[in-house]
């Protein structure tokens, strides 16, 4: 029997690392957040840390290799068997592709992608004020526009590889959070029910 995967994909500050919080929540699944397994890393001053730091402070992707790496130790964990939410992951269209592999391996599928949508404008403004209480090193000025247009290059590509598998589902992200995460909790009920045709 495999399990579910599911994708929250959207530009930062869009609220899909919310939103996948609040479905782990609701699911009893684990959030995935590679950002947040990447910080770790640098916390903690692993290899991997080394490597990522400098690059995450630029803005731009830490190498796909790397990535795939750590997310297949994280695959690995006990709390990953039934399925697992993707946030801020896959960044890349090879690192869609891996993923579609390393879910393989245990027999699971991506269900559903929750393309979290949100102008350009909203965002900016959303991580100046996150820059404020989080004091994240990545949230200066300079940082966020490079973040934004390494998304528009390298990480909306992505949405095609999925689109053409029926697999994405592009949602409104400026709303409320609970407006965002009723349609985000329909659209994966309804996926459950009928999933897209493989
Ligand atoms: P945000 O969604 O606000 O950009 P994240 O916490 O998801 O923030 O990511 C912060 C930084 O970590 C990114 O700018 C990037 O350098 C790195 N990163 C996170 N996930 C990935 C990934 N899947 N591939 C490559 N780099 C990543």
Not at 94 to 112: I, P
Not at 172 to 185: A, C, L, Q
């Amino acid at each position: 029997m495999g399990g579910v995967a599911i994708v929250f994909f959207g530009p930062p500050g869009s609220g899909k690392g919310t939103q996948a919080s609040r479905l782990a929540q609701k699911m009893q699944l684990p959030q995935i957040s590679t950002g947040d397994l990447l910080r770790y890393h640098v916390g903690a001053g692993t290899e991997i840390g080394k490597i990522a730091k400098p690059i995450m402070e630029s803005g731009n992707l830490v190498p796909d290799e790397l990535v795939t790496q750590m997310l297949r130790e994280r695959l690995k964990q006990d709390d990953a068997i039934c399925g697992a939410l993707f946030d801020g992951y896959p960044r890349t269209t090879a690192q869609a592709r891996s993923l579609d592999a390393l879910l393989a391996e245990t027999g699971k599928s991506v269900l559903v992608v929750l393309h979290v949508d949100v102008p350009d404008e909203a965002i900016v403004d959303r991580l100046a004020k996150r820059a404020q209480i989080e004091g994240r090193a990545d949230d200066t000025p300079e940082t966020i526009r490079a973040r934004l247009r390494v998304y528009r290059e390298k990480t909306a590509p992505v949405a095609g590889y999925y689109e053409a598998q029926g697999l994405l589902v592009t949602i409104d992200g400026d709303r409320t959070i609970d407006e965002v995460f009723s349609e985000v909790d329909s659209v994966v009920y309804q996926r459950l029910v009928q999933p897209a045709p493989a």
